[in-house]
């Protein structure tokens, strides 16, 4: 299924594109800081600023720029040579949004040291926001992914109603209009949402309302053996009660 859903331009696949690029910016990077790769290692580019009239140390933080060029290499190396094409240009612009959702959200990390808990010194470091939340921002950036086609020259990106600014460097863009992900199609690679797992208590992306597509659901009870109660015996053993109880499924019509 995704890999007929990447074949095509749409919002989807911009989004696969940019969050895979974000992960290789940030697990390359997070091996640099670790030391688990020779050719790399933390960025130790310290610099002293004075703030507020105390001195600010820089440690050494984490390499984001070999993570980048590295993702840059890996992403978007087989697309160099086809830069016409729209749809090379979209994947490389939507490679860049990921790569840019992590390197312009780098956070800075300060520890105080000094007697009895004083600040005397304090050493400060850039540290890769959470990826959680590099996925959170992508998803905010897909929910307003922007449409575009290519320029009559070909050479860049424009979007497809003027009234809609053209697209930043950290924007998701698309070309095609997303097919309907809510029945079974074979032809676009969609499984449909029949059979989902959903909960009818929420209005987000898992809600029953939202995931059935409208079509409603059927609840169904079960009683579930579980292991609880467990307890340490020396030694060197674990000790488990069974309980049974019960859990409501819902599933999309």
């Given at each position: 299924?995704?890999?007929?859903?990447?074949?095509?331009?749409?919002?989807?696949?911009?989004?696969?594109?940019?969050?895979?690029?974000?992960?290789?910016?940030?697990?390359?990077?997070?091996?640099?800081?670790?030391?688990?790769?020779?050719?790399?290692?933390?960025?130790?580019?310290?610099?002293?600023?004075?703030?507020?009239?105390?001195?600010?140390?820089?440690?050494?933080?984490?390499n984001v720029n070999y993570g980048y060029l590295?993702?840059?290499?890996?992403?978007?190396?087989?697309?160099?040579?086809?830069?016409?094409?729209?749809?090379?240009?979209?994947?490389?612009?939507?490679?860049?949004?990921?790569?840019?959702?992590?390197?312009?959200?780098?956070?800075?990390?300060?520890?105080?040291?000094?007697?009895?808990?004083?600040?005397?010194?304090?050493?400060?470091?850039?540290?890769?926001?959470?990826?959680?939340?590099?996925?959170?921002?992508?998803?905010?950036?897909?929910?307003?992914?922007?449409?575009?086609?290519?320029?009559?020259?070909?050479?860049?990106?424009?979007?497809?109603?003027?009234?809609?600014?053209?697209?930043?460097?950290?924007?998701?863009?698309?070309?095609?209009?997303?097919?309907?992900?809510?029945?079974?199609?074979?032809?676009?690679?969609?499984?449909?949402?029949?059979?989902?797992?959903?909960?009818?208590?929420?209005?987000?992306?898992?809600?029953?309302?939202?995931?059935?597509?409208?079509?409603?659901?059927?609840?169904?009870?079960?009683?579930?053996?579980?292991?609880?109660?467990?307890?340490?015996?020396?030694?060197?053993?674990?000790?488990?009660?069974?309980?049974?109880?019960?859990?409501?499924?819902?599933?999309?019509?």
């Amino acid at each position: 299924m995704l890999s007929k859903v990447l074949k095509k331009d749409t919002r989807e696949s911009a989004f696969v594109y940019a969050i895979t690029a974000a992960g290789v910016v940030y697990a390359v990077t997070e091996a640099c800081s670790m030391g688990k790769l020779l050719q790399c290692s933390c960025d130790n580019h310290i610099q002293d600023i004075r703030r507020d009239g105390e001195w600010e140390w820089g440690g050494c933080g984490d390499n984001v720029n070999y993570g980048y060029l590295k993702s840059k290499e890996f992403m978007d190396a087989r697309k160099r040579k086809r830069r016409g094409d729209l749809t090379t240009r979209i994947q490389l612009h939507n490679n860049e949004a990921g790569r840019q959702a992590v390197k312009e959200f780098m956070r800075t990390v300060c520890k105080c040291h000094g007697l009895s808990g004083s600040c005397t010194l304090e050493t400060c470091w850039r540290k890769m926001p959470i990826f959680r939340n590099v996925g959170t921002m992508l998803k905010e950036k897909f929910d307003g992914a922007i449409q575009v086609q290519s320029s009559n020259d070909g050479k860049r990106l424009e979007t497809v109603h003027p009234t809609i600014k053209p697209p930043s460097v950290q924007d998701i863009v698309y070309s095609e209009t997303s097919p309907n992900f809510c029945r079974r199609n074979k032809k676009v690679g969609s499984m449909g949402t029949k059979g989902r797992l959903c909960d009818p208590t929420s209005i987000g992306v898992g809600g029953c309302d939202l995931l059935c597509c409208n079509r409603g659901y059927k609840s169904e009870t079960i009683r579930l053996r579980e292991n609880c109660k467990c307890r340490f015996v020396w030694c060197c053993e674990v000790h488990c009660q069974t309980c049974e109880h019960d859990k409501t499924f819902n599933r999309c019509l």
